[in-house]
């Protein structure tokens, strides 16, 4: 379980890095200023956002729960320590309109990353069941 939580956080820093670089190099083009006590707090509060998406995947390894069960948890758990994060790097002003916003597009982001993981364990469960051998 230990091994597992550490190829998980790993997975989640992986991919904050790929974020993270993703909005240097929008930073770097459109010619915006930031030092490097700036970046480094983002990039800070970025990996922990990967970490935590990372680990946060252990909660649909419990079977006492229905598939929508777990993902109401992880979705407003995901929710939850995003606009925690995104509050205290002040990405996300604390006012209405644009913690709407932002729910919104946290909402349509995580629909379509869960669409795309319901689509790739259907077709894993579709082949397994094709592997199986066929009653007479």
Do not use: C
Request: no cysteine; glycine share 6%; hydrophobic share 55%.
């Amino acid at each position: 379980m230990f091994v597992e939580a550490i190829k998980r956080s790993m997975n989640g820093i992986a991919f904050a890095g790929i974020i993270t670089f993703a909005a240097l190099t929008v930073l770097k083009f459109t010619g915006t200023e930031a030092t490097v006590s700036e970046i480094w707090i983002h990039m800070l509060l970025s990996l922990i956002i990967g970490i935590y998406f990372g680990l946060s995947s252990f909660i649909f390894m419990f079977n006492e729960m229905s598939t929508l069960k777990q993902t109401g948890i992880h979705f407003i758990m995901s929710l939850t320590v995003y606009f925690i994060i995104a509050l205290l790097g002040d990405w996300v002003p604390l006012k209405l309109v644009p913690m709407l916003w932002t729910s919104l597009f946290f909402i349509v982001i995580y629909a379509v990353f869960w669409t795309g993981y319901y689509l790739y364990y259907k077709r894993i469960e579709e082949t397994l069941n094709a592997n199986l051998p066929k009653k007479e």
